[in-house]
């Protein structure tokens, strides 16, 4: 919105410029997202203490040590970020760029699936909410539709193109398929974070981290001076998803201040599968979906230890790890949850950076 309304005057006013530089909009977007958060945190919580009583379901088969330090906290916390998120994407990025508008759709969607979710828990008091295929139904449908929505709005020749990182010249057309890949990279995306969600601080900070880095990875695929000179493919407008990225790190930043353990509110469904949504849908959108698999490795595990977990359980009957996500191994095997949450969160930014450095090497 701002930029609709101010870039007109660039030419006759110095300060007006600056809105034409996306540099200058996503610090101002990350600023704006921090500010709102810090300002409905405190009211979100108090009505979601007072609308929920107890509080989120614990899960009885988890770390008993939950059922004394967890209860009691609301859930749906997520609503803060999204809100905090939305407000300061709409105001600081160009609305007129498709790409935003993906995004945005995956993130109120995946948001709506994960608030009905938070909310049939609640109602039920279990930790079971919507059934897996219910969300895997409806995860689906919304990522195919932004999966179909991204091609039509990238370049013909690059719509379609799975990507490679480090070999240049290794690119390979999926034609249609490429919307069912895309979707699959979303809803994964979306379901992992999901699954790393379980410790005070645990899930918010990797999803900074890797908002950050596809801040860079957006702005300079962007650009076509960065693309030539790193040799990437270079997709047109991705570079205002900075803007949403910067959103994310502001909204989570807020978040994390009444997340830091212990929490006052975790984020729920809500959150956590809308902002893996976003992730999943930048990283399609940048052509940057393997690099994903890097940047966002730590999610990868958590989710890969339950599929091994639950493959496992129904092939042989045992189990491998002591608990799964991962995260409760750790807690079973006598790990603080700091010491936990703040290794993870080292794991996560080398990650990160192992990711960016693919950038140059070609």
């Not at 690059?158 to 990182?165: C, I, K, Q």
């Not at 959150?271 to 940057?288: D, E, F």
Request: glycine content about 10%; charged content about 15%; hydrophobic content about 55%.
């Amino acid at each position: 919105m701002l930029p609709f309304l101010f870039t007109p005057w660039a030419d006759s006013h110095a300060f007006f410029n600056l809105f034409v530089y996306i540099s200058f909009r996503a610090g101002g977007a990350l600023m704006t997202a921090l500010l709102i958060c810090f300002l409905v945190g405190e009211p979100i919580i108090k009505w979601l203490k007072s609308r929920q009583g107890s509080g989120q379901p614990i899960r009885e088969d988890g770390p008993e040590s939950h059922l004394l330090t967890k209860q009691g906290t609301p859930t749906m916390g997520g609503s803060m970020i999204l809100l905090s998120l939305g407000v300061a994407t709409l105001l600081w990025a160009d609305l007129t760029e498709d790409y935003i508008w993906c995004v945005l759709i995956v993130v109120c969607g995946f948001g709506l699936l994960g608030f009905v979710d938070d909310y049939r828990k609640l109602v039920k008091r279990s930790s079971d909410g919507l059934s897996s295929k219910q969300k895997l139904l409806g995860q689906s449908a919304i990522a195919l539709f932004a999966s179909v929505m991204v091609m039509l709005n990238t370049q013909d020749d690059m719509a379609s193109l799975l990507t490679f990182p480090v070999f240049k010249d290794l690119a390979f057309d999926l034609g249609y398929f490429y919307a069912l890949f895309a979707a699959f990279v979303i809803v994964g995306s979306s379901n992992a974070v999901n699954l790393t969600d379980g410790l005070d601080g645990l899930a918010i900070v990797p999803i900074m981290i890797a908002s950050i880095s596809f801040a860079i990875i957006a702005y300079i695929v962007g650009r076509t001076d960065f693309t030539t000179y790193l040799q990437l493919y270079h997709v047109k407008g991705a570079a205002e998803l900075a803007i949403v990225c910067a959103a994310i790190v502001g909204a989570g930043m807020g978040f994390l201040w009444f997340n830091a353990p212990p929490a006052k509110v975790f984020m729920g469904d809500t959150g956590s599968l809308s902002l893996g949504g976003a992730i999943g849908t930048i990283a399609v959108i940048t052509k940057h979906e393997l690099v994903m698999i890097i940047i966002g490795g730590l999610f990868v595990v958590e989710a890969l230890s339950v599929i091994i977990q639950v493959t496992s359980f129904k092939l042989t009957g045992k189990r491998v790890f002591l608990m799964a996500p991962i995260h409760h191994h750790f807690e079973k095997l006598g790990w603080k949850e700091p010491t936990i949450v703040i290794r993870f969160w080292i794991i996560a930014a080398v990650l990160a950076l192992i990711g960016l450095a693919t950038l140059k090497i070609r």
